[in-house]
């Protein structure tokens, strides 16, 4: 018909929508939230992905809710950004909440469009990323918005072990909406943002207790208290920049091998190895000397770093191909596996084996911590995730001895015994059951009560134990050690055996899943 809008017009309008939706909550709202620190979640993705590569899917999409006045309601992309990009050329899916829009709050459209994203990442294999930025359920929406939250997480799990899923927490993230970064595999928030279930106003009203926001569910009380999150972010560029890093380290999904980027091919002697860790036993040291040296240009990223100090966990590359490292800190509380070291190990381990990331051990453990807190906390439990982790993972394990090794941590360590599928070990290492100090006064107690000279005598007794028992020559006679190697030569042994090793399979008994210790 004559009055029929032209193909031009109707590209006019198209145009106009877009920019209209591009702007969300409106360019006060935009200003409010730089003026906080903070980007907006279009700025996000633009900084996140490669340049023009990002499609956005759910534009026009719309809620359907008109109870309490949101029949007049605008909202924009229903307060979420949603589509595909690249990043370092490999597709991803991408979901970034606006806060300019009704705060990010989530209602069905919204959660919806989330889900869809999720479905797309299962169906083609590629990495999800969630930016939260959101003060939590849509409450017009009522029980629509809080099913749409439930069908989140169900794709969380599902997304669970079949691709890398990353949240970014840039901003509020409160009640059932801090469910799902926790469901995720790794949690980015920044200094900006704050996470939890119930709020300081809630908490006050309930238990009496007073406490601000940043303490309640700010990064560094995720990172340091509650292990909640892996990587702190000073602002959301920062957030972006350990996104794209952790990625680079990281397969497409469970069937893809992780990327080999960049392989240095170096691999000789490195003869400082030989003086970081001292011989006596007591005295600490940084593992992280070794970590940098062993890997590719000394570039580790770090998992968690201020979280169970204990144990230091993160990802490197050794000729290109990447590593999961899990080593003991023998500068913080000597090295030793606690409850908190147990859970942040395991975890580690267990996502290394779903994306196919080889296992290096690096082992200077004198036990699992003692005390009564730590057995009514469930030391036992959180200790046979460990053994758990490592046993069930089928991965190439290479396991490097530095020094103690002792009893049950010796296991949990991932020991011959539990797979490792190459175990090389310092001079310097002491393996054995505990000890010789202990060891001494449980088997030859009477000895040294009956003696002339008892002090004299339990020194000859531990001398006569490290000589027998805590040497790493004991441990490869016995066929639990493969080598005894020079420090200097480290890196050069990991990398023959991850090459060795690259084509490891393992067929295990098929069942539906083994049963983790909780």
Known sequence: MANDPTMEQRLEQLAEARRKIEL???????????????????????????????????????????HFGMDKADAPADGVVTGSGAVFGRPLHIASQDFTVMGGSAGETQSNKVAAMMDASATTGTPFIFINDSGGARVQEGIDSLSGYGKVFYHNVLLSGLVPQISIIAGPCAGGAAYSPALTDFIIQTRQANMFITGPGVIKSVTGEEVTTEQLGGADAHMTKSGNIHFIADDDEQAIL??????????????????????????????????????EGKKGYDVREIITRIVDRGDFLEVQAGFARNIVVGFGRIVGRT?????????????????????????????CNAFNIPLVTLVDVPGF??????????????????????????????????????????????SKDLGADRVFAWPTAEIAVMGAEGAVNVVFRKEIADAEDPAAKREELIALYKETFSTPFMAASRGLVDDIIDPADTRRHIANALEILANKRVHRPKKKHGLSPS
């Open 24 to 66: 969300g909550g409106g360019e006060d709202k935009i200003e409010k939230q730089h003026a906080k620190g903070k980007l907006t979640a279009r700025e996000r993705i633009n900084l996140l992905v490669d340049d023009d590569t990002f499609f956005e899917t759910g534009m026009f999409a719309k809620h359907r809710t008109t």
């Open 242 to 279: 350990i996104a794209q890093k952790l990625l680079s380290f990281l397969p497409q999904n469970n069937t893809e091998e992780p990327p080999v980027v960049d392989p240095d091919p170096v691999v000789e002697s490195d003869y400082e190895l030989r003086d970081i860790v001292p011989v």
């Open 323 to 351: 590593v999961g490292v899990i080593a003991n800190q023998p500068n913080v509380m000597s090295g030793v596996l606690d409850i908190d070291s147990s859970d942040k190990g395991s975890q580690f381990i267990r996502f």
């Open 369 to 414: 911590m003692p005390g009564v807190a730590q057995e009514h906390g469930g030391i036992i439990r959180h200790g046979a995730k460990m053994l758990y982790a490592y046993s069930s993972a089928s991965v190439p394990k290479v396991t490097v001895e530095l020094r103690k090794s002792y009893g049950g941590a010796h296991l949990a360590m991932c």
